[in-house]
């Protein structure tokens, strides 16, 4: 059965720094591209960020770009989301998912799996 689990969130200032944390059990990590989504409050899940099974290519929604950083350790089975610059409206609960697939992929539907997210506060 696979599982990930998320790590990390918390509230922090705008401005500021977090790092998420994936960790997945129960499957062939290195087989898959990764994901990461948010919910925020009123809104539509949104995608953030991917990246492929080897890492070596990565996707951003243009609202992170530049601020936020995808990446994963194979040999750790984790992905991780690196956000820098924080701001108010990155406030959300954060969710990893495991793509159906090898390659990065921006549509909730392209996604078999899904981790049960952790809340991040963006807030002075």
Known sequence: QVQLVESGGGLVQPGGPLRLS??????????????WFRLAPGQDREFVAAISWSGGSTYYADSVKGR???SRDNAKNTVYLQMNSLKPEDTAVYYCARSWGTVV??????????GRGTQVTVSS
């Open 22 to 35: 994936c960790a997945a059990f129960g499957l062939t990590f290195s087989s898959y591209a990764m994901g």
């Open 105 to 114: 992929a921006t549509s909730p539907t392209r996604y078999d799996d899904w």
């Open 68 to 70: 936020f950083t995808i």
